[in-house]
């Protein structure tokens, strides 16, 4: 700990996903064969007519500062988006666009949340709404879920999370690491027993909504009783691969919004020109245009599922969305593999980049100690050359 900087930044978790990527960067520069199964980024090229819009953009003179919560002609676009796509009905001073979906939850933990507000994250989460609501004063509680109930948390246990402190709930459907997706029936119950506590804002984080293999994608902003409390936050990083191009945004009640453009505004401003004029063109098209990721997605996880079903000792569910499984590898725990003692889903994470040459990501900073995410956005060359050398390292 440097005693020098804050005790907010010396406090704060590194990114398990990035950390994971960093150290997969290393070996690669140092002359290491590393397959890069730790990141949730699609390997596909952004699609063209997107591109086009950016290229179109840079020829107008796009180029000037934006408007701290986005073009107005983007804000629209947001608008027939969750219109088409959500069934919700929201107006121009409801948005926010910002600088990928992260920022988005930032802002939303900065304005919302007071030194020692509870924040319920149903288990496994994303790695930073942890360290988001920490650094904004919030204390995470986690719900635990296990993989034999697919990772969903029950209104029981979000019953009994909830103290006179609970502020906020976050979660994602389909949820990153473990791929699932929230039914109709099991959100309403979820709403059910949040509906008594009208103090709490729901944040729904719906960036993995079109990479889904079960049908229709439901809103919890959706639900009449829940409109007004819920805030819907998404982006184009997964659906369209524009990872680099950083446009996220919210949906939500007034008073949050504004509150959001206030926050932006003494921190980034507004997001990037091009790449709002380019989401344009991506939020205005059919998501039946990006139907082909999809489905590619969907036979690698096929492929996936039946790799890991011939590795003894990985037990997997199977995801009904986004691009990751996120298999229990606690048959391993307390064994010692290679010389390697394993206790714990952090250890087989660094056991498998150090002798199988497979990043992957622990668990443990999703939540879950007993398990590991893998991504199965990469080639399916790939994806079995990874898995054939894992087989061979825990055999």
């Not at 978790?13 to 980024?41: N, V």
């Not at 699932?180 to 709490?200: G, T």
């Not at 569910?317 to 390697?340: I, R």
Request: aromatic share 8%; charged share 25%; glycine share 6%.
């Amino acid at each position: 700990m440097n005693t020098k900087l804050s005790d907010r930044v010396n406090n704060m978790s590194t990114s398990a996903t990035l950390a994971m990527a960093a150290k997969a960067r290393e070996l690669k520069e140092a002359g290491r064969d590393i397959i890069g199964l730790s990141l949730g980024e699609p390997d596909f090229t952004v699609p063209e007519f997107v591109k086009e819009a950016a290229i179109q953009a840079v020829k107008d003179d796009y180029h000037s500062y934006t408007p701290v919560d986005g073009y107005g002609d983007l804000k629209q676009a947001i608008i027939l988006k969750f219109k088409r796509d959500n069934d919700l009905d929201y107006k121009p001073s409801q948005i926010v666009v910002s600088t990928g979906a992260k920022q988005s939850l930032a802002n939303l933990a900065q304005v919302i949340l007071n030194e020692g507000d509870e924040v319920l994250l149903p288990a496994p989460y994303w790695v930073s709404y942890s360290d988001i609501s920490k650094v904004s004063g919030g204390i995470p509680v986690e719900i635990p879920t296990n993989i034999d109930s697919d990772f969903k948390v029950t209104p029981e246990a979000l019953e009994a999370a909830i103290t006179p402190r609970t502020k906020m709930m976050i979660y994602s459907s389909p949820c990153n690491p473990s791929g699932s997706v929230y039914s109709k029936e099991e959100l309403r119950a979820l709403a059910d027993v949040l509906v008594n506590y009208p103090d709490i804002i729901v944040v729904s984080d719906e960036i993995y909504e079109h990479i889904n293999y079960v049908g229709d994608h439901v809103s919890m902003a959706a639900f009449p009783d829940m409109y007004d409390r819920t805030v819907t936050v998404n982006g184009v990083s997964k659906a369209y691969s524009m990872t680099g191009w950083r446009i996220g945004y919210i949906g939500g009640p007034e008073y949050i919004a504004r509150a959001c453009n206030k926050m932006q505004g003494q921190v980034t401003s507004g997001a990037n020109c091009i790449a709002q004029r380019a989401t344009i063109a991506a939020l205005e098209n059919s998501p039946d245009k990006i139907q082909y990721m999809v489905d590619a997605f969907k036979g690698r996880r096929k492929l996936i599922l039946e790799l890991i079903s011939d590795i003894p000792g990985l037990k997997a569910n199977e995801p009904d969305g986004a691009f990751y499984v996120f298999p229990d590898v606690s048959f391993y725990f307390g064994k010692t593999l290679n010389g390697y003692d394993i206790n714990g889903a952090g250890d087989f994470a660094l056991y498998l980049l150090e002798h199988a040459n497979v990043a992957t990501v622990t668990g443990e900073a999703f939540g879950d100690p007993n398990c590991i995410r893998i991504s199965y956005a990469a080639s399916e060359e790939d994806i079995r050359e990874a898995m054939q050398r894992i087989k061979k390292a825990l055999s």
